[in-house]
């Protein structure tokens, strides 16, 4: 498990970690019920996902409560370490404490993906980075939506073109056919999806794929800014980081549910609460 930051100023700060983990889970339900009585005690907020394939999680709270949690998973057995990435906030980013069970953990709906039993090869931040410096030739994919790519992105990225996650196997099928023979990193906000669409490309003809491990976020952690540009959206009222983690401006159109930038928000078409330039006049 990734230890937590020693103590700081930061300590009146809220602690919003993420984490997820691939894992055969048993008896989901007294798992859930339990979870939620003891998240809530600790008056913690956010959202864990429990399915057979694993956990899925973004919490927030004290430092002691989050410490709490923590051990508290840590010392499932069928759970274990767990690698957390870390952001202070000066509020608390959800709304209430959700532990939901799901089919997947990040929802794919593909049957042969297996990432806990054949894994994509991993790519470090600080590793990929030195790639980047290099100019190694590599295609950067990214695998979130179109929202968030449009945000912020690494340089020379490549969108996969989503909607929802759910359509990335039909939007593969558009991938130029030379990408199969050459060096492809996929990467998103903290890893999750890349643990599925990594295998899915391999399972497409790709021969060379890797994934960033720990996503944007534990590359802002290790590398900050370095060939990447703009935000990263996430999904909480913070709604986007810059790259040393912390809140930005970026504010969410009402409406469509578009993320604004500051310039965007400067925009006649943008209305809180009635339209933004994505949907005015649609």
Known sequence: MTALAPPSSEDTLVLNIAAYKFATLTELQPRREGLLAFC?????????????????????GSRGAIASLLERLTSDPEIGELEVKESFSDHQPFNRMLVRLKKEIIAFGIDGIDPLGDPTPRVGAQELKQWLDEGRTVRLLDVRNDYEFRLGTFENAVPIGLDHFRNFPSAVELLPAEWKREPVVTFCTGGIRCEKAGPFLEQAGFENVYQLDGGILKYFEECGQDHYRGDCFVFDKRTA???????????LCYACQNPLTLEEQQSPHYVPSESCPYCYDV
């Open 40 to 60: 809530r005690e600790l008056e913690l907020m956010g959202t864990i996902l429990l399915s057979p394939e694993g956990i899925n999680l973004f919490v927030s």
């Open 241 to 251: 980081l810059d790259s040393e983690l912390r809140e930005t401006a970026t504010t």
